[in-house]
């Protein structure tokens, strides 16, 4: 089965702050990565999908990218309601795998 | 516009059985790929089952064998029985679509299963 390993699993950061979630596959997946916002009590929102695409909706501050087996999601200019948690998940070989989460927190 | 609806949930003891279902709209469960995820209290995502627009299903290694997803196309629903439940499998159960074979792209907003004595 495929691992990915996402990092860190929490940070702290100010409103207007860029921070980079990461997450690394254990085998190839090409392009099957998408991250995903969740908030509490809600359910999961698609933010990236493809690795870099944005689905409409979601705001030009987020950015995906990749380089091999690593995956990172950007967040240029962070907002109020961009205090989360957020999910990779691997679709390119079931069993699917998710990442673990990283929690952004006001600092 | 797209939406998934999940019921079925609610309290079993372990050993016991539950079947969930997914009621969807705006689109049809037999043309896109339909997911479940479940999520343990205060802990992450955990995949589940899928079942492709082929028919074919893939399980997480938790589950295979005592739980089973099926679709409904007369109903446009999607289902999970789930059998010899355990502890563990406490949590939200989500409904989730892929449409594009990319990936889930829109989720339901779920059903609480809880396995306890």
């Known amino acids: 089965d495929i691992q990915m390993t996402q990092s860190p699993p929490s940070l702290s950061a100010s409103v207007g702050d860029s921070v980079t979630i990461a997450c690394r596959a254990s085998q190839t997946i090409n392009t099957y990565l998408n991250w995903y916002q969740q908030r509490p009590g809600r359910a999961p929102k698609l933010l990236i999908y493809?690795?870099?695409t944005l689905p409409s909706g979601v705001p030009s501050r987020f950015s995906g990218s990749r380089s091999g087996t690593h995956f990172t999601l950007t967040i240029n200019g962070l907002q109020p309601e961009d205090f989360a948690t957020y999910y990779c998940?691997?679709?390119?070989?079931?069993?699917?795998?998710f990442g673990l989460g990283t929690k952004v927190e006001i600092k | 516009e797209v939406q998934m609806v999940e019921s079925g949930g609610g309290l079993v003891r372990p050993g016991g059985s539950l079947r969930l279902s997914c009621a969807a709209s705006g689109f049809t469960v037999r043309s896109d790929h339909m997911n479940w995820v479940r999520q343990a209290p205060g802990k992450g995502l955990h995949w589940v089952a899928l079942?492709?627009?082929?028919?074919?299903?893939y399980y997480a290694n938790s589950v295979r064998g005592r739980f089973t997803i099926s679709r409904d196309s007369s109903k446009n629903t999607v289902s999970l029985q789930m059998n010899s439940l355990v502890p563990d499998d406490t949590g939200i159960y989500y409904c989730?679509?892929?449409?594009?074979?990319?990936?889930?792209?829109?989720w339901g907003q779920g059903t609480l299963v809880t396995v306890s004595s």
């Open positions: 493809a690795a870099s």
């Open positions: 998940l691997q679709s390119y070989d079931p069993p699917y795998t």
């Open positions: 079942i492709h627009s082929g028919g074919n299903t």
């Open positions: 989730a679509r892929d449409s594009s074979g990319f990936g889930i792209d829109s």
